[in-house]
């Protein structure tokens, strides 16, 4: 037998109904199709959580994720322009193609050989072109 999900807003009208005790258990129950037992389940764990509802450990939970995210922004887009510059810098400078050819490291475990021609600015073809001629 397949067990029956119930959403989180049913579960919460179930908890409330039983919170407010103007029905016995078994007409909550009866009510929303459910088990008494369930009834009584919920009933403890809104009444288990709700001092959670109104905690400020809660509100430092979440300026704490707000604060690391920003930071994390900031540090991408750092990096962003780091690697827009270095891109501008290698197209700028008197680095040949057979020097930029041997930059790129072609078992690299984390960026593929496409990724590094973008960021010394090599185009692929020029990369492959050597691999081919020298097979």
């Avoid at 807003?9 to 009510?31: C, F, P, R, W, Y």
Wanted: aromatic share 6%.
């Amino acid at each position: 037998m397949k067990r029956k999900r119930y959403s989180n807003k049913l579960k919460a009208q179930i908890a409330i109904a039983a919170i407010k005790g103007h029905k016995t258990v078994n007409e909550i129950a009866t009510e929303f199709g459910v088990n008494p037992s369930m009834v009584n389940r919920l009933k403890k764990q809104a009444l288990d959580s709700m001092d959670d509802v109104f905690s400020s450990k809660q509100q430092k939970n979440v300026k704490a994720m707000e604060d690391e995210k920003d930071l994390l922004f900031q540090q991408i887009g750092k990096l962003q322009f780091e690697v827009e510059w270095l891109k501008k810098k290698y197209r700028a400078s008197a680095v040949s193609i057979s020097q930029k050819r041997l930059c790129i490291t072609p078992d690299h475990p984390a960026l593929s050989i496409k990724r590094q021609c973008d960021l010394i600015s090599l185009s692929r073809s020029s990369y492959l072109s050597t691999i081919r001629s020298s097979g």
